[in-house]
């Protein structure tokens, strides 16, 4: 999906792991994708994928530091570093 023009696309329903999205013009899409560090995140108005864990916005609010430590040896870290962006980042797609 390279350069692909996905403006004002509704996403909400879309598998795109695997996806490069690399160049594709999203504005206006109701999809954030970030490449953080060593891991894309995928941000839709009810879902947020880091890697390859997938969960609902407010399940990625309320994780604890166990819950976070359990999914890698590296993702407390880069969850505390980056929950802040994240997270008004899904909450932008939900007004």
Same mark, same amino acid.
């Given at each position: 999906?390279?350069?692909?023009?996905?403006s004002d696309a509704k996403l909400s329903s879309a598998d795109l792991s695997g996806?490069?999205?690399?160049?594709?013009?999203?504005?206006? @899409?109701?999809?954030?994708?970030?490449?953080? %560090?060593?891991?894309?995140?995928?941000? #839709?108005?009810? /879902?947020?994928?880091?890697?390859?864990? #997938?969960?609902?916005?407010? /399940? &990625?609010?309320?994780?604890?530091? %166990?819950?976070?430590?359990?999914? %890698?040896?590296?993702?407390?870290?880069? &969850?505390?570093?980056?929950?802040?962006?994240?997270?008004? @980042?899904?909450?932008?797609?939900?007004?």
């Amino acid at each position: 999906m390279s350069g692909a023009n996905l403006s004002d696309a509704k996403l909400s329903s879309a598998d795109l792991s695997g996806a490069d999205l690399s160049g594709a013009d999203l504005r206006d @899409a109701d999809l954030i994708y970030m490449n953080l %560090d060593s891991w894309a995140v995928y941000i #839709q108005p009810d /879902e947020i994928r880091i890697g390859c864990e #997938q969960h609902a916005g407010s /399940e &990625w609010r309320d994780f604890c530091d %166990d819950a976070i430590n359990e999914m %890698d040896s590296h993702a407390l870290g880069f &969850w505390r570093r980056y929950k802040p962006t994240i997270m008004a @980042a899904c909450e932008s797609l939900s007004r």
